[in-house]
């Protein structure tokens, strides 16, 4: 489910100060799984030496148009046929002019100009130039010729100035490389997540909440984004990034993430329901900082409106997923669950610490990178998934949510 996974991928890297970024980028890819190779001008090598790159990457770097491949053939042209995508980053106005006017005259824009595959532009450069009047038209040449451009950062940039120019972090163009290669099997959906923990305040300083550090929540955004859903990602407080390119809408309480979530649940087609929400709050709330002086006190707690019951109350022809971690009786437990609210499925997982007297079923899933889960469907189906990285458990629940939409 990696989806850049044994694809070919070249970084074409233009003679800019941020060049030194395309090595980490390179590094980034490889641990997709992918084949990286690398096509440098010869500015280029001004900023980052041909030999890094033939390091990192372990195959030859294409500097030279009128070079071969070891097979005679030549080397723009192979390259180009072999290609899944290409990323040019940092794009210097230079060669942004070059692409958009069909101008092929070194070892980068004449591969370029040969090549089928998705090309992704990353523009890097000096705010003035970025600016400029022609380097404008000529991003938007690119945009309609069908290039996807990676919209530079804005801040302090190495030439002393501040503003937009600053070549995007490499995180979030291996983020855009994942979206242009991934299927878009959820185009023209509507795609509703909660994620995060709630946070119930016993004073302004104090509160009741839980462990969850939104990751999976995230995961499944940032999945379903990738494969052309329209996503609204309703959050608790966590310490993320927002996945790229979707409505963020930001909580705390779980008085705020139901206002939130059924303010925007009408023109969902699928609701992911991922949040660990808060079942109690405070009857009261003190207005100041409780101080310390008794030995006991007593807090008096009310019940939160169930979000996900009244989900499946209102569901309608929506698909409607919810999570279940539990400490014990996992399948008894989300299938109840499953059945109370109304779900299509329940991803269930037992969460805590293993011990020597238990197997390997439970997982400290709670801030991890991994998740070791069970779907239980409505049909009654179970499926037992092994343990795996987060953003996997996003894309094994998205293939499942497209197979009951085949259904």
């Avoid at 949040?275 to 009857?283: E, G, I, T, W």
């Avoid at 101080?291 to 169930?306: C, H, P, R, T």
């Avoid at 008894?332 to 269930?348: F, H, P, Q, S, T």
Wanted: glycine share 8%.
């Amino acid at each position: 489910m990696k989806y850049i996974k044994d694809k070919n991928i070249v970084i074409g890297i233009s003679g800019g100060i941020a060049a030194y970024k395309s090595a980490e980028l390179l590094r980034l890819i490889q641990k997709q799984d992918a084949n990286v190779r690398v096509v440098m001008t010869h500015n280029a090598g001004y900023f980052v030496g041909p030999l890094t790159f033939e390091a990192l990457s372990g195959k030859p770097v294409y500097t030279n148009t009128f070079e071969k491949g070891g097979n005679t053939e030549i080397r723009h042209i192979q390259w180009a046929e072999e290609t899944d995508a290409v990323i040019v980053a940092p794009a210097t106005a230079n060669i942004i002019g070059k692409i958009a006017n069909g101008i092929a005259d070194d070892a980068l824009s004449t591969f370029l100009l040969a090549v089928t595959c998705p090309v992704l532009i990353c523009p890097s450069m000096n705010t003035n130039m970025y600016e400029k009047i022609s380097v404008q038209r000529n991003i938007e040449i690119l945009k309609k010729d069908g290039y996807f451009i990676v919209e530079p950062a804005s801040g302090e940039l190495a030439c002393g100035t501040s503003g937009q120019g600053r070549l995007p972090e490499p995180e979030e163009i291996l983020d855009r490389l994942i979206y242009c290669l991934s299927p878009k099997d959820f185009k023209g959906k509507k795609i509703l997540v909660t994620a995060g923990p709630t946070r119930e305040h016993i004073d302004p300083v104090r509160y009741i909440s839980n462990p969850s550090s939104g990751k999976m929540g995230y995961a499944i955004a940032r999945a379903a984004e990738h494969r052309g859903a329209d996503v609204t990602l309703v959050s608790g407080p966590v310490n993320l990034e927002p996945p790229v390119n979707i409505t963020m809408v930001n909580t705390v309480s779980a008085k705020d993430m139901a206002k939130a979530v059924f303010d925007n649940m009408e023109n969902c087609d699928i609701i992911i329901k991922t949040a660990a929400v808060s079942d109690y709050r405070p009857k009261e709330a003190a207005k100041q900082k409780i101080k310390k002086g008794m030995d006991e006190i007593s807090l008096v707690l009310q019940k939160n409106e169930d979000i996900l019951f009244e989900l499946g109350k209102n569901k309608k022809n929506r698909v409607l997923i919810g999570f279940a971690a539990e400490t014990e009786n996992l399948e008894k437990n989300a299938k109840d669950k499953l059945a109370r609210k109304n779900l299509d499925i329940i991803v269930g997982n037992l969460v805590g610490e293993r011990s020597d007297e238990e197997d390997d079923e439970k997982s400290p899933v709670f801030g991890m990178d991994t998740n070791k889960v069970v779907f239980f469907f409505r049909n009654g189906d179970t499926e037992h998934l092994p343990l795996m990285e987060k953003d996997m458990v996003a894309h094994a629940l998205l293939d499942r949510i497209a197979d009951l939409d085949k259904g």
